[in-house]
């Protein structure tokens, strides 16, 4: 299989290691001396999360949740379920939800209101790319890496048709020619 056509490099691999590892610092200054649980979003977020919990020198606690659409609803909806949940008991912890991306809100929105129905102290999030632009409905997003537009982007966790997502950087991709 061939690399995709792609328009551009949106963001290269060093500008997301240096954008990661602010990230990291912040939050290691936020949560010293906290019990904190990670939860990152399946599939789009591991790679993110990988990385981003590497540049957190602090014992935390790591789970996964993967969310699904139900079939017959459209991706505006806000209409979703929980595919994988959590393991981790996080009643009383600080619970940190690593996204890759966030557009309209309505998916994290949820996300979030379920996990805070929990019990945990706290409930923050951190979203590699933003698009302001897009959002629905406000989402509290503590810490961000980048704004990003209306493009279809992969790499970096985010794919076309599932691949691709192994790409160490992020590529804008034409939707008609993906």
């Known amino acids: 299989m061939?690399?995709?056509t792609y328009q551009r490099v949106a963001f290269t691999e060093e500008q997301i290691k240096s954008r990661i590892a602010a990230l990291g610092a912040q939050?290691?200054?936020?949560?010293t001396d906290k019990e904190l649980v990670i939860v990152t979003?399946?599939?789009?977020?591991?790679?993110?999360?990988?990385d981003l919990t590497r540049a957190i020198e602090l014992p935390i606690q790591l789970d996964t949740?993967?969310?699904g659409v139900y079939p017959t609803a459209t991706s505006k909806t806000g209409v979703v379920r929980i595919t994988k949940d959590l393991?981790?008991?996080?009643?009383?912890?600080?619970?940190?939800?690593?996204?890759?991306?966030?557009r309209t809100?309505?998916?994290?929105?949820?996300?979030?209101?379920n996990l805070e129905s929990r019990g945990p102290k706290?409930?923050?999030?951190?979203?590699?790319?933003?698009?302001?632009?897009q959002q629905l409905i406000n989402v509290p997003?503590?810490?961000?890496?980048?704004?990003?537009?209306?493009?279809?982007?992969?790499?970096?966790g985010m794919d076309v048709s599932g691949k691709w997502r192994n790409l160490p950087y992020v590529v804008e991709v034409d939707r008609k020619k993906a």
């Open 141 to 156: 997003l503590a810490y961000t890496g980048f704004e990003v537009t209306d493009a279809w982007l992969m790499g970096y």
């Open 41 to 50: 979003v399946l599939k789009g977020s591991l790679y993110f999360c990988a």
């Open 87 to 102: 393991d981790t008991d996080i009643t009383d912890k600080h619970v940190l939800i690593v996204e890759d991306i966030v």
């Open 122 to 133: 706290s409930v923050k999030v951190c979203a590699l790319f933003v698009n302001p632009a």
């Open 65 to 67: 949740i993967s969310i």
């Open 2 to 4: 061939t690399k995709p």
């Open 105 to 113: 809100g309505l998916t994290l929105g949820y996300l979030v209101q």
């Open 27 to 31: 939050i290691l200054q936020d949560y």
